[in-house]
C-alpha cells in the first residue's frame, strides 16, 4: 500500500505490531517534498504514536479482521467464545479481556479483533443492562441525582450511581466510560 492510500480506520505494520491509524494529515511545504503526518494507535498496547511518511512511501497492512463472537463462559484458562458463523469456540487469555470483564454477561454478543490468528482485543456494546448486588439503601426523599454512591454489580464491577438507586435496580452502564447511564424500568 502506498502512502496516498492511508485514511482514519486504516491498519497498518510498523515495528511487527498492527497499528490502527487515528488521524492523517497531508502537508505539502513550500520548499521540498511532500509527506504525510499521521497519528496511530497499537492494536495489543493501546500506545499511540506520531509518525512522518514521506509521500510515495511503501507501507504493509494489518491482516486484523473482526469477528462476531459470542462470549459463554470463563475458567481457570481465560474466556471462552464462540464464532457466530462457524460456531468454533476459542479461549481468550484473560490478559487480552482485560478491564471488559466487568461487564461481560454469559451470551453477551461481541467484536474480537484477532491478528495473525490470534486475539488481540474485544469491543463490548456501547451499554448493557445489569443488576445492582449491593449498594447503600436509598433514603426515601432521596431524588437528587447529582450525589453519587458507589454500588456492586453482577461481575463484581463497582459503578457510581445516584443516590436514590437501590438494591436489586437494573441499570444500564456505558461500557467505555463505566458510568451510570439511567434505571431500568420493568414492565
Given at each position: 500500500?502506498?502512502?496516498?492510500?492511508l485514511k482514519n480506520g486504516v491498519?497498518?505494520?510498523?515495528?511487527?505490531a498492527p497499528w490502527l491509524v487515528l488521524h492523517v494529515d497531508f502537508v505539502k511545504p513550500g520548499k521540498g517534498a511532500a509527506f504525510y503526518k499521521i497519528r496511530?494507535?497499537?492494536?495489543?498496547?493501546?500506545?499511540?504514536?506520531?509518525?512522518?511518511?514521506?509521500?510515495g512511501e511503501k507501507i504493509v497492512t494489518a491482516d486484523v479482521t473482526d469477528v462476531d463472537m459470542q462470549y459463554l463462559y470463563s475458567d481457570h484458562?481465560?474466556?471462552v467464545?464462540?464464532?457466530?458463523?462457524?460456531?468454533?469456540?476459542?479461549t481468550v487469555?484473560?490478559?487480552?479481556?482485560?478491564e471488559q470483564k466487568d461487564f461481560l454477561l454469559e451470551n453477551m454478543d461481541v467484536v474480537m479483533t484477532t491478528w495473525n490468528g490470534e486475539a488481540i482485543g474485544i469491543r463490548l456494546p456501547n451499554s448493557v443492562i445489569m443488576d445492582i448486588v449491593y449498594t447503600e439503601p436509598a433514603v426515601k426523599g432521596d431524588?437528587?441525582?447529582?450525589?453519587?454512591?458507589?454500588?456492586k454489580l453482577q461481575t463484581g464491577a463497582e459503578v457510581q450511581v445516584p443516590i436514590f438507586v437501590a438494591q436489586g435496580d437494573r441499570i444500564?452502564?456505558?461500557?467505555?466510560?463505566?458510568?451510570?447511564?439511567?434505571?431500568?424500568?420493568?414492565?
Open positions: 500500500m502506498d502512502t496516498s492510500e491498519k497498518v505494520i510498523f515495528d511487527n496511530t494507535q497499537n492494536m495489543l498496547t493501546g500506545n499511540t504514536l506520531e509518525k512522518t511518511l514521506r509521500s484458562n481465560g474466556y467464545f464462540m464464532d457466530k458463523t462457524t460456531y468454533d469456540q476459542l487469555p484473560t490478559k487480552v479481556v482485560g431524588t437528587q441525582s447529582r450525589v453519587m454512591k458507589p454500588a444500564t452502564v456505558n461500557t467505555q466510560t463505566r458510568e451510570y447511564v439511567g434505571r431500568v424500568i420493568a414492565k
